[in-house]
């Protein structure tokens, strides 16, 4: 492929930041703050993750990891989300990472050329949601190393690819929970993995085709919010209501804030603690939803509302999340039960009302809620690969001319291409959920698949936010702002904080990324079998292979 700078090729699905609003190639800008939030926390829904997830962690150390696990993912989520926040609010794309990555490795010869727009006090929302498109659709167009390209498209693939994994989490959990309704009515039900299977698929399906409309998705992202919000507080006062009137003994403090009980076989407390974290981290899963809806919100209000949907998600998230888990624990009656049951929380639901129709509805709302999780995952992974699209559509007409070129440019090109009527990036959605019904199939062939699920979508999205934070602090953190500062004069920009102490989460986001990375790929059990062994190396190298088929083909 030539390395020559073009111009770009003219072609029904080239993206270009001068068009209006009302365009039929570009995406609604119907978000506001609550579907934003609503969004974020649709996604992430972690008091509704640990319940979906109870297994992993009681079969490692009971009560005491879950509730001490969720003090540490909270923790290092939120050094997470810090540095996510400080990305966002100076460059605010849809892209994520995959453009911050850009601009991190943007050669600062080419940095002290760009054109610096100067800040006029009077400027109104439109110019500078202008400024900043046209500041951000320069350097797409500039000449770019291939080297560079590759990183930057590497790890927007690597984002895509935890999204795909985190939409495939949800969809199981949810199938186990239909599941777990029905063997509760059915004590005789043998649970085989190809019914989690057919249910999964059902619900991908359903979750696709509600992508598909543009106008309702905001509306959903908010009911998602309020009955995640609902459901915990219904499930919860009844749960505990319930439970009060039961006559079995309410299980004592040491149980929950101290007995550690593992049945993984791991001989080491230590190892089994930290291969059961992934059900607390799982309710964390995400936290960067937020960051890839900026053309739906619009650049200038996504400088401040992005980062406090991420924020707001993460201790939203934790409040509910803490709280449900000790609730839920001090409803525990029979813990053996709760451990062996296919889906533990609604054993739980049945131990603390003693009635098997209540539990089965409260566990119905929680199914409801986990639908709308599900959609807003769809959405979310649907514009990571549509942006991508849309970026790599520009940078390939900009930068290569050759036969090739304008084949890739296509591909992208139907990646970043809005169906004029239902104003979504149909091909994006369609490609999307064509992932997760293929990772569905390892359910059929192994009982820890969900396990492995959870664990990459949990790390891969890790990866892409420690690999823009250390070249970042490879690059300079007070250098590399105070540039964006100057190429888009926001008075955002000014507030990110560079002194030493603000790389303190900086640092933390990359070392707790390779703490997850190695840690989480030990087996959750011992002994080993080819069908409890942890498969999630197979997945990181599976989509290696498919990342690096990708790159190295295209560039």
Known sequence: MSGQKKPSLTSSISISTQITENDGNTLLKNYRWWSLLGIAFSLTNSWLGVSSSLVVGLYSGGPVLIVYGLIIAVFFTLMCGYTLSEFASALPNSSGSSFWVLKLLERNETADDTTTVKQTGDASDKEEEQKIITSQQDSLERPIPISHIRVSLTVGLINYFGAIFTTSSICSSLGYSILGCYSLFHPNYESKRWHVFIIY?????????????????????????????????????????????????????????????????????????????????????????????????????????????????????????????????????????????????????????????????????????????????????????????KDYNTIIGSSFGDKKGRTIQRLFGRLALIHPFLRVPHWSVFISHLFVAIIGCVLVGSTTAFNAIITACICLLLISYAIPTVILLCKGKRKFYERIALEVPLSCTKKIHCGILSCIPNVLTVCWCIFCLIFLSFPYELPVSSTNMNYVSAAYGGVGCVVAIIVLYIF
């Not at 698929?201 to 085709?209: D, F, K, R, T």
């Not at 998705?217 to 919000?229: N, R, T």
């Not at 509805?361 to 995952?377: E, M, R």
């Open 201 to 389: 698929e059902c619900l991908n399906v359903i979750i696709g085709s509600l992508n598909c409309w543009a106008e309702i998705l905001p509306i959903l992202s908010q009911a998602g919010l309020f009955s995640s919000l609902i459901t915990y507080c219904l499930t919860f006062i009844v749960s505990l209501a319930c439970r009060s009137f039961r006559k079995e003994p309410w299980p004592s403090t040491a149980y929950i804030f101290k007995d550690f009980k593992s049945t993984s076989g791991w001989s080491s407390s230590g190892m089994s603690f930290i291969v059961g974290l992934v059900n607390p981290l799982w309710a964390f899963a995400g936290i960067d939803s937020a960051t890839h809806m900026v053309d739906e919100v619009g650049h200038v209000a996504a400088v401040t509302l992005v980062p406090k949907a991420i924020m707001g998600t993460i201790i939203i998230g934790f409040i509910t999340s803490f709280t449900y888990a000790i609730g839920m624990f001090y409803c525990i009656t029979d813990s053996d039960s709760v451990i062996s049951a296919i889906l533990p929380i609604i054993e739980i639901y049945y131990q603390a009302t003693g009635n098997k129709g209540l539990a089965v509805f409260l566990q119905s709302c929680c199914i409801i809620t986990g639908l709308f999780c599900g959609i807003a995952s769809g959405t979310w992974q649907s514009r990571i690969i549509w942006s991508i699209g």
